[in-house]
């Protein structure tokens, strides 16, 4: 951002008071699991408490002063997650609870009876394809639309190396693809996708193309309008934002297409005894009362990014990572699961410990350094299957980590090694 | 949480290994961290445990658990082994608030820690879960 204060780790770290709390017995948190959720800075949970001390009403339907007040603050929040992401109308900011609600809003527009639209037809010979990367917020909700439909399910493969493998594109994305649902940045080997080569063949097919953006939103300039594809999901927590709100953005012309997903009050137009008529996007897709105070956070949320610079960002979690990815090498016994350069790679990075459980590396870090990682299968158990292991230790960073937090992570294993050695 | 004794049954696990014969064979896993353990159990006259084997992958505190549990279960009676995994799983979850029994416990008292950790307790107890079912399977 122009005019930006130069990038300055110890200053961003003060605007998160979590960060400075000591654990029981005395240890300091060394918080490397943004990629599970981010923590908050002040001027999110100031925003949140200001809104619910001095503001908050019902939106969209109360009259009051408050009522104006709280729908202005949860409609200038669109306003900014617009613009953040680039994109093209405010109206195609669909507020939902978190990215797998706005994955299963998309998944239930297909193959739905209502729904007249030739795109989101979908019955048996048709197919839905995803890749063996995904976290079960993309995969789930495309199984479930093949059982109800009929559909088959196909996948991506995923390489050695933990890139995608999309040497047989265009025999897995044909003219009987409806929709192919890809990770933007995967949750567990840190692989950013390169979106354009499967968005030319699902053009070509006449498809349609998602992205789970969970990973990337936070941690990259993200311009949905550049990247081209229909729909993008992504959750506000990762991004310093609350939890219970996420984002869906979907082309206009498609939203409109779409029917309704979850039916109730404000997303109506007219309601009779025998059918209703709904309200123009992205109303049509927020049944409720939404959840006003956490759309408010997550506007300071993107505030607070834009204010530091989503390229400064990147740039410092670039060095972060490949600072990483040399010290964890170093380990005898260390295996990292993921590209092993900063090449197309974000800032998460899952490894295994030759004999070593992750459940009991994860307990020792936290227990002796209060180091907090992410241990199992991240909720992306075809990932690990196809790695042939159960599950991994996932470091993930952000904003507010140092390079001393990756040397104390490298202390902290050669720890484990000495217990289980 | 990492006692000496669990960390020794983790890096020597006692009676490891499926064996014949036996009366019953379950399969139990936690589905959270993928841990597992197959185990069969062979009883004898006056319900006395012959033999309790056992195979699985997973954290220490699971794997240790197992190996402990062999030890402690076999050459008991079934109603012996039935109050250690009673007293065992009243342990586990009292939330480290429970003193151990360490005379009906013996050498599972060294798991009395994990209690402490909500996430870690269906690690401790997968194995007695599936001697459990193993049991009742036996009898059946």
């Known amino acids: 951002m122009n005019g930006a204060a130069p990038f300055d780790v110890e200053r961003i770290r003060k605007d998160f008071p979590i960060l400075s709390r000591e654990l029981p017995g005395g240890r300091p948190l060394v918080y490397l699991d943004s990629g599970n959720s981010s923590q908050k800075p002040t001027q999110v949970i100031e925003t949140m408490r200001e809104h619910l001390a001095q503001h908050y009403g019902n939106v969209g339907r109360a009259l009051h002063a408050l009522g104006s007040e709280s729908t202005e603050a949860y409609e200038g929040a669109r306003d900014k997650i617009a613009a953040f992401i680039g994109a093209p109308s405010r109206d195609e900011v669909i507020f939902t609870k978190n990215a797998s609600e706005s994955i299963n809003l998309v998944a239930y527009a297909f193959g739905n009876p209502v729904n007249t639209d030739e795109r989101f037809k979908v019955g048996p010979g048709d197919e839905i394809v995803i890749s063996e990367m995904e976290h079960h917020s993309n995969i789930v909700p495309w199984q479930l639309l093949a059982q109800r439909t009929g559909a088959t399910l196909r996948w991506f493969p995923v390489t050695d190396e933990g890139r995608l493998d999309i040497d047989r594109l265009d025999e897995l994305v044909n003219e009987r693809t409806k929709i192919v649902s890809i990770v933007h940045q995967s949750n567990v080997l840190g692989t950013v996708n390169s979106e354009s080569p499967i968005l030319a063949r699902v053009r070509e097919v006449g498809a349609l193309m998602m992205l789970d953006a969970s990973q990337s939103v936070p941690h990259q300039p993200v311009d949905v309008a550049e990247l081209g594809v229909d729909f993008v999901a992504f959750t506000g927590h990762k991004m310093v934002g609350p939890s219970g709100i996420g984002v869906l953005w979907g082309r206009k012309e498609l939203l409109d297409a779409m029917p309704p997903f979850l039916g109730g009050g404000e997303m109506i137009e007219a309601v009779w005894m025998d059918h209703s008529t709904y309200a123009p996007v992205p109303h049509k897709f927020e049944a409720g009362t939404p959840p006003i105070v956490e759309a408010v956070g997550l506007g300071a949320a993107v505030d607070y990014l834009t204010s530091i610079g989503m390229e400064e960002i990147k740039r410092h979690e670039k060095e972060l990572t490949g600072y990483a990815l040399e010290a964890l090498q170093e380990i005898p016994g260390l295996r990292i699961i993921g590209p092993r350069t900063v090449v197309a790679r974000g800032g998460t990075v899952s490894f295994t410990l030759e004999g070593i459980h992750p459940h009991d590396v994860g307990q020792i870090l936290d227990d002796v350094y209060g180091i907090a990682v992410r241990v199992g299968h991240h909720c992306a158990r075809p990932l690990h299957l196809r790695f042939g292991i159960p599950a991994t230790t996932r470091a993930s960073f952000y904003l507010y980590n140092t390079t001393a937090e990756i040397d104390a992570l490298v202390r902290g294993l050669h720890h484990v090694q000495k217990v289980f050695g | ?140």
């Open chain 2, 1 to 140: 949480m990492y006692q000496e004794l669990i960390l020794e049954h983790y890096k020597h696990p006692q009676g490891r290994g499926l064996r014949e014969p036996y009366d019953a064979e379950v399969h139990h896993v936690n589905p959270t961290c993928g841990d597992e353990v197959t185990m069969r159990v062979k009883l004898g006259d006056g319900g006395k445990v012959l033999d309790v084997s056992y195979d699985g992958q997973g954290c220490s505190i699971s794997q240790a658990a197992a190996s402990v549990l062999h030890e402690l279960t076999t050459g008991s009676t079934v109603a012996e082994t039935l109050s250690v995994v009673d007293e065992f799983t009243r342990l586990m979850q009292g939330r480290g608030q429970v003193e151990a029994d360490e005379d009906v416990l013996g050498d599972a008292v060294a798991f009395a820690g994990v209690a402490k950790f909500p996430a870690r307790v269906k690690c401790a107890l997968l194995a007695w879960m599936a001697y459990k079912d193993a049991l009742v399977r036996s009898q059946a």
